[in-house]
């Protein structure tokens, strides 16, 4: 009976450890999965004679949006010149036999090996579009070689103008239920230049084991968030717990997919790709400078004050208005977690540059909720201070948090949203869609410069 009972444990051990192979674990919806579950599995980028067909294709925001654009796309195997062609004027209709001829502009793309991903080979490929003309329509098509089933379709985006005003959307917190790419799609139809998701986007931990939840995000997006004239819109992004692991300070050692998956700055051939940085800047017009800061997943808040004072100072002197993003925010509507550590870190690091350099507003997520600030310097209610906004539901279930309002918070409420965020030459004006596709709490900032 010994014996019997030792086979018995034996086969119980090999059985669980052989169905919980590589496990994935994941949030908005929860689920899980293995190796095992996995093999069943749609594959979005599938096998067979699409191996060096591209399955994704986006764009993402560099540091300067008028003249630059970061195209980028996945392919299932490494192909031997991947290439991004493009022009002003399309060329969709031109036989494929001299089609790449027909496009007056062409960039040779940088190609790494996606390792993190082991049950399937995965290439990610990104070419840096230079020396546009602002406010221009360009259409692009990527791929490989001379074969059309290695190209994508013909797409097109449109460059940021030189001037005012223009239109960006941001949020956060997204996950996978379809009611969040809802919610995305209506955000594209006002045309913006750039969506900015920051942190949360899949909620995959950082599991390499995710990936598949990646390329649901990848197809959605290429799918539905498209402007109202099929153009597609640029993320920017920026990190979040759920990317770099499961502790609001896990090193990121695991953190499988936001570098790779998102060049953020032209010049990043020779940067290792786990390298990059979690912090990046972007201007656009005359007015805006976007600084994207990291609240504590890879750096500490400390850590970032010389390049934050930097970008503050860079933006005083040209005129700008700072508006800082970063997932966790300094001033939440979750009461529960105002006294954590990266919280009171960034309050003590960062808020008395806001401060200093009068920054309008700051947009901050993770709550999964809504809320509004009152312009706050130093913690209190005053003129010029900085409206924190936010707060995080895109695409999670959104919580009922009214009851917290606090001496912070002109507005606070359990609303799945996303903010339309309109720049002119003197004034900030903030039009927050819901669920709905309804606008809700709108307001004007009027900044000092």
Known sequence: MFYIGLIVIFVACFSLSFFLQDLCVDF??????????????????????????????????????????????????????PRVYYD??????????????????????????????????????????????????YYFIAGNGTNESYYTQERFFVTAPT????????????????IGYDLLSDAASYDPLFISICGDLVYDQGMPYCYKRWDVFFQRWDAQVRGSDGRVIPMMTCAGNHEGGWDIYDPARNAAFLQPYFPHSTGLQEVPVYSRSTIHSHTIGTRTHMIVLDSGHWLRAEKQVEYLREQLQKARAEGRFALPTYHVGQYRSDASARSEDNTMEM?????????????????EEHDHTYKRT??????????????????????????ARGEWKGIFFQSIGGVRHIGMVTVTLDTIEVNNLNADGDIFDPFIIIPEV
């Open 374 to 399: 009152y312009p706050l310097r130093n913690g209190q209610a005053a003129a010029n201070g900085t409206v924190y906004l936010g707060d995080g539901a895109i695409g999670v279930d959104p919580e």
């Open 88 to 137: 002003v004027v399309s060329h969709a209709d031109v036989p494929f036999e001299v089609r790449l001829n027909a496009y007056a502009f062409s960039v040779e793309a940088t190609q790494i090996a996606m390792t993190a991903v082991h049950e399937s080979t995965r290439f990610v490929a990104w070419a840096d579009l230079t020396n546009l003309l602002p406010n221009t329509r």
């Open 347 to 363: 309050r003590r690091f960062w808020g008395p540059l806001f401060d200093e350099y009068n920054v309008p507003l700051a947009f």
């Open 163 to 178: 001037v005012e005003p223009y239109t960006f959307s941001v949020g956060g917190d997204l996950g996978l239920k379809q």
């Open 28 to 81: 908005y919806p929860l689920d899980t999965s293995t190796k095992f579950s996995r093999s069943g599995s749609e594959n979005i980028c599938e096998d067979g004679e699409g191996l060096l067909s591209p399955c994704h294709v986006y764009l993402t925001v560099p540091e300067r949006m008028d003249t630059r654009m970061i195209v980028n796309f996945h392919t299932l195997r490494e192909t031997p010149n």
